[in-house]
């Protein structure tokens, strides 16, 4: 059975720390994605990896930074988190190739950053 | 306009109904369509997707696309309890590792 693993699932912090989210998949996935999900505004991508060691950005990259040192493990990093910043994150991996991009996500993480 | 509109709910239906959820999108570059069903406290899965216009069926499942209205359709026939989540539709083009662009999902409850 295919996997995203986020390492996460329930997280609470203070504002100024710096947060990692990690996220590992097996399934040879060249394509990683981090998303954030919250009510009535949806998913929003964040940061999103087509490669080792490549890094793209997405529609919110503001507060973040990525990092994809191996193939399998993408991780989020909030360097210093905010209130604004308590949400629900969601990573999700995908094959490249042409056609359907179809993503499988992990079981998030929810933050809360007091 | 946004890119990809969804009616925002919440939606709720009595077990055995049939289930219309709909999305209307701007973006004619658009060739693949999907919906994704996310339980609370999972992340999103994808239930089906279709290439172009036309109907795909999978069990209880239609889903739906018209090209020319910029509109797709998911229904859900003989509804059950089961079937309560939040459905997100999301499209992209067709270009290698084209991105894909999400509805902002709109949740559906079954009451048996």
């Known amino acids: 059975d295919v996997k995203v693993t986020q390492s996460s699932r329930y997280l609470v912090k203070r504002t100024g720390e710096k947060v990692f989210l990690e996220c590992v998949q097996d399934?040879?996935?060249?394509?990683m994605f981090w998303y954030r999900q919250d009510p009535g505004l949806g998913l929003r991508l964040i940061y999103f990896s087509y490669d080792v060691k490549m890094k793209e950005k997405g529609d919110i990259p503001e507060g973040y930074s990525v990092s994809r040192e191996k193939k399998e493990r993408f991780s989020l990093i909030l360097e210093s988190a905010s209130t604004n910043q308590t949400s629900m994150y969601l990573c999700?991996?995908?094959?490249?190739?042409?056609?359907?991009?179809?993503?499988?996500f992990g079981a998030g993480s929810r933050l809360t950053v007091l | 306009q946004k890119e990809v509109e969804q009616d925002p709910g919440p939606l709720s239906v009595p077990e055995g109904a049939i289930v219309s959820l709909n999305c209307t999108y701007s973006?004619?570059?658009?060739?693949?369509f999907m919906w994704y069903r996310q339980y609370s406290r999972k992340g999103p899965e994808l239930l089906m997707y279709t290439y172009s216009s036309g109907n795909k069926e999978d069990g209880r499942f239609t889903a739906q696309v018209d090209k020319s209205s910029k509109y797709i359709s998911l229904f859900i026939r003989d509804s059950q309890p089961s079937d309560s989540a939040t459905y997100l539709c999301?499209?992209?083009?067709?270009?290698?590792?084209?991105?894909?662009?999400f509805g902002k999902g709109i949740t559906l409850s079954v009451r048996p």
């Open positions: 973006n004619s570059a658009f060739q693949y």
């Open positions: 399934m040879d996935h060249e394509n």
């Open positions: 999301a499209m992209s083009g067709t270009g290698a590792n084209s991105k894909l662009t």
């Open positions: 999700a991996s995908s094959l490249a190739r042409a056609g359907a991009n179809v993503l499988t």
